[in-house]
T-cell receptor
C-alpha cells in the first residue's frame, strides 16, 4: 500500500528537550511538507522541501528544523526553542506543484 | 503574503439542511483545492478547481471557482451525519513560493 507514515502517533516532550517526528512516504513524491494544526484551527506551514537536500522555511519555522537526506523521508525536529509545541503535526507530500497533497495520520505532541 | 479567508468558522445545521462555506483570497489563485478533515483525522483531498468560473459536482457536493479566481465555495445539499468534519480550502498562487495556503476551515456540526 502506498502512503505516508507518520510516527509516533502520540509524543510527549519534557521541558528543554528536542524531539523528532518521523515522516516517510513511498509514493515517490518529490515535495514534502510539515504543517502545524492547533485545536479548532487551520493548517500552518512549518517547512517544505521540493527536492532532496533542499528545504525552505514556511510561515512558522522558528523553533523547528528539518532535513531531507532521502526522497522518502522528511523528519521534523521540534527544538527546545519552540516554547509552545503542543499541537497536531501533519506531514504531507505531492508529486508536482498543482497536484493535491496527501497527508499522513499526524502526530500529537504534548508537553509533560 | 497571500491570505485565504474562510467563513463561517462554525456552522450548525439540522440533518437534511443545506450547508455552504466560502473562501476568499487576497490574491489571484492559479487553482484552489478543497479538503475534508473528519474529527481526529487528517485532511483528505476532495477536489481541485483550475478554470475561471468552474463548477464541479460530487454527488451532493457542488464546488465553484469565481470568475476572478479569487473566491470559491463548497455547497452541500441535504447534509447527512457523514458530512460532519472541517472543510478547508487551499489556494495555490502559482508563483515562486511552493505550498498551499490553507483557510482556517469551516467546522460543520450536524444535529440529527
Amino acid at each position: 500500500d502506498g502512503g505516508i507514515t507518520q510516527s509516533p502517533k502520540y509524543l510527549f516532550r519534557k521541558e528543554g528537550q528536542n524531539v523528532t517526528l518521523s515522516c516517510e512516504q513511498n509514493l515517490n513524491h518529490d515535495a514534502m511538507y510539515w504543517y502545524r494544526q492547533d485545536p479548532g484551527q487551520g493548517l500552518r506551514l512549518i517547512y517544505y522541501s521540493q527536492i532532496v537536500n533542499d528545504f525552505q522555511k514556511g510561515d512558522i519555522a522558528e523553533g523547528y528544523s528539518v532535513s531531507r537526506e532521502k526522497k522518502e523521508s522528511f523528519p521534523l525536529t521540534v527544538t527546545s526553542a519552540q516554547k509552545n509545541p503542543t499541537a497536531f503535526y501533519l506531514c504531507a507530500s505531492r508529486t508536482y506543484s498543482n497536484q493535491p497533497q496527501h497527508f499522513g495520520d499526524g502526530t500529537r505532541l504534548s508537553i509533560l | 503574503g497571500q491570505q485565504v479567508m474562510q467563513i463561517p468558522q462554525y456552522q450548525h445545521v439540522q440533518e437534511g439542511e443545506d450547508f455552504t462555506t466560502y473562501c476568499n483570497s487576497s490574491t489571484t489563485l492559479s487553482n484552489i483545492q478543497w479538503y475534508k478533515q473528519r474529527p481526529g483525522g487528517h485532511p483528505v483531498f476532495l477536489i481541485q478547481l483550475v478554470k475561471s468560473g468552474e463548477v464541479k459536482k460530487q454527488k451532493r457536493l457542488t464546488f465553484q471557482f469565481g470568475e476572478a479566481k479569487k473566491n470559491s465555495s463548497l455547497h452541500i445539499t441535504a447534509t447527512q451525519t457523514t458530512d460532519v468534519g472541517t472543510y478547508f480550502c487551499a489556494g495555490l498562487t502559482g508563483g515562486g513560493a511552493d505550498g498551499l495556503t490553507f483557510g482556517k476551515g469551516t467546522h460543520l456540526i450536524i444535529q440529527p
